[in-house]
């Protein structure tokens, strides 16, 4: 059977495993098991699923788009600036 040691375990999150295996009556070490085990297995979502997806731009992004869109935020700037 393999160890694991962790270092510098922050105490807020020692604390939260701790209540955790006594609301389950786990040991911390059968706690922390049951969870990595959760987070790891298969039926688990990707991490990549959990990230919302890549918006599209509004407009396609070239050099020429770029530069209307800078200077549409400069244009903003001194509007807002001369109120």
Known sequence: MSGLLIKDF???????????AARHHRSMTRQALALLEQALSSDSRNAA???????????PVTTSNVVAVIREGRDSCKTNQSK
């Not at 922050?10 to 955790?20: M, N």
């Not at 699923?49 to 407009?59: D, G, Q, T, V, Y």
């Open 49 to 59: 699923e959990l990230l919302p997806k890549p918006l599209k731009p509004a407009r």
């Open 10 to 20: 922050p105490p807020e999150l020692h604390r939260k495993l701790k209540e955790e």
